[in-house]
Nanobody, 118 residues
Framework: VQLLESGGGLVQTGGSLRLSCAAS????????IAWFRQAPGKEREGIAC????????SYGDSAKGRFTLSTDNAKNTVYLQMNNLKPDDTAVYYC????????????WGQGIQVPVSS
C-alpha cells in the first residue's frame, strides 16, 4: 500500500492549497480515509475523515468551514482543499487509510510540509 501526498508548499495567510493523496494497493472507496496534521511540538491532529461505509465526511474544529475533503474514485485519489489558510495551519500534513481511531490508521503517507507565512 502506498499513499503519496502532493500539493504542499509555502502559502501566504489567506491563501489556498489543494493537497492530493494518490493511493496504490488499495481502493480509496473501500477504506476510511483521513487527513491528519502535526505541527512542531504539538500532537497529531485529525483534520478530516471520510467514512467508506456511511459516505459521510467529518471535520476537526480547526478545519470546519475552511477545508474540504473530496475523493476521485476513478483516479483513486483523495484531496484536501484548504482555504483561508492561517499561520496556525503550518504543519506536516498526512494522508491515512484504514483509520482505526481519531489519531491512528493502518496506512500512512510520508507527509507533506505546508508552511503558512504571516
Amino acid at each position: 500500500v502506498q499513499l503519496l501526498e502532493s500539493g504542499g508548499g509555502l502559502v501566504q495567510t489567506g491563501g489556498s492549497l489543494r493537497l492530493s493523496c494518490a493511493a496504490s494497493g488499495i481502493n480509496v472507496d473501500d477504506y476510511d480515509i483521513a487527513w491528519f496534521r502535526q505541527a512542531p511540538g504539538k500532537e497529531r491532529e485529525g483534520i478530516a475523515c471520510v467514512s467508506s461505509e456511511e459516505g459521510t465526511t467529518s471535520y476537526g474544529d480547526s478545519a470546519k468551514g475552511r477545508f474540504t475533503l473530496s475523493t476521485d474514485n476513478a483516479k483513486n485519489t483523495v484531496y484536501l482543499q484548504m482555504n483561508n489558510l492561517k499561520p496556525d495551519d503550518t504543519a506536516v500534513y498526512y494522508c491515512a487509510a484504514d483509520v482505526t481511531t481519531n489519531s491512528s490508521a493502518n496506512f500512512w503517507g510520508q507527509g507533506i510540509q505546508v508552511p503558512v507565512s504571516s
